[in-house]
């Protein structure tokens, strides 16, 4: 029996109700795609992977009060619970190509979901991902999306190799610096690269025919260049001064170092490259280290100016 409740304009509505708000939002000159055998409408979506490309399938979930503010805008919501999720994509060198998302609402708000859908579905749009099902229930505010795409040549975390170039795109520690200053000007200047994150497709697609690993920094750059240094069998050598920093990080906050090596949510690119392959960078790319071969366990050093940096956290841990 569908469960209808009271949203806060006083209408009852189900989740028929927002499958249909949903349903309204896509848009309808989609280009028919080949891959999509069934489509949204039925229990399952069918779907026919292109021959002689790998399936790529990344999935996450984002929750009230853990990865948004519920006062969040449901546009920044709907944009990042597709961009975090395109991030994996972007990290493994796959091109987007569809999504499933299931939304877990405390009322069935039709409003708030026209504005959710608006955003998530233009960021799908930019990176021509078509939306092919999902599911809506009753319950505290979260998002799960599942996304899938395609690669000749998947990029993985254990693909780095002994002498590698380690490097970072964008800027590194703005989106927790925009957390922690958030009742600041200086943060709410910054407050995009928390609320509304850019998947690196971009640098995903320049990168792809050179690099040797990827991850993209989600938990923080000191245990993101950790958990690729484990899958490698490698430790990590890491420069703190040559890490691109925005100046408003350094200029408002004395203990920029920990937003920037452990503060998350960046969702910029993480990846390694021979030496040789150097002059092969985008433009918004910074080598920040290296990777070499170690007696010890896998392990990340960061050097402030040669002086070795001891920090007291290394990222983001669910459930400590």
């Given at each position: ?61 984002l929750n009230a009060g853990v990865h948004f503010f519920p ?72 998002i799960s999306v599942t996304v899938m795409g395609f690669s ?138 290296h990777l070499q071969q170690s007696r010890q366990p896998p ?22």
């Amino acid at each position: 029996m569908a469960r209808r409740t009271e949203n806060k304009h006083g209408s009852t509505a189900d989740e028929f109700d927002l499958l249909a708000v949903i349903r309204q939002q896509l848009p309808s000159n989609t280009i028919p795609d080949s891959g999509v055998c069934v489509g949204i409408g039925d229990d399952c979506a069918v779907l026919q992977p292109a021959a002689g490309q790998k399936l790529v399938v990344s999935s996450d979930t984002l929750n009230a009060g853990v990865h948004f503010f519920p006062s969040d805008p449901p546009e920044a919501i709907g944009h990042k619970a597709l961009a975090v999720n395109l991030s994996d994509l972007a990290a493994c060198g796959a091109t987007p190509r569809w999504a499933s998302l299931n939304l877990s609402m405390p009322t069935a708000d039709r409003h708030w979901l026209q504005r959710f859908m608006q955003a998530f579905l233009k960021l799908a749009s930019t990176h021509n991902t078509r939306l092919i099902g999902g599911d809506t229930t009753a319950g505290a505010l979260s998002i799960s999306v599942t996304v899938m795409g395609f690669s000749p040549r998947p990029l993985l975390r254990s693909g780095a190799k002994d002498g590698d170039l380690l490097a970072v795109s964008g800027h590194i520690g703005s989106a927790a610096f925009a957390l922690k200053h958030r009742h600041h000007p200086a943060g709410w200047a910054l407050s995009r690269a928390l609320q509304w994150p850019q998947p690196r497709l971009d640098i995903s697609q320049a990168i792809a025919p050179f690099a040797h690993a990827a991850i993209d920094i989600s938990d923080g750059l000191l245990a993101d260049a950790r958990h690729l240094c484990q899958a490698s069998g490698l430790s990590a050598h890491i420069a703190l001064e040559k890490i691109p920093v925005h100046p408003l990080v350094k200029q408002h906050d004395p203990h920029w170092p920990e937003l920037v090596l452990a503060g998350g949510d960046d969702y910029q690119l993480l990846f390694t490259c021979a030496s040789k392959d150097r002059h092969l960078l985008p433009a918004d790319c910074q080598v920040i280290g290296h990777l070499q071969q170690s007696r010890q366990p896998p392990q990340v050093q960061v050097c402030h100016h040669g002086e070795p940096l001891h920090l007291p956290t290394d990222g983001f841990r669910h459930f400590s």
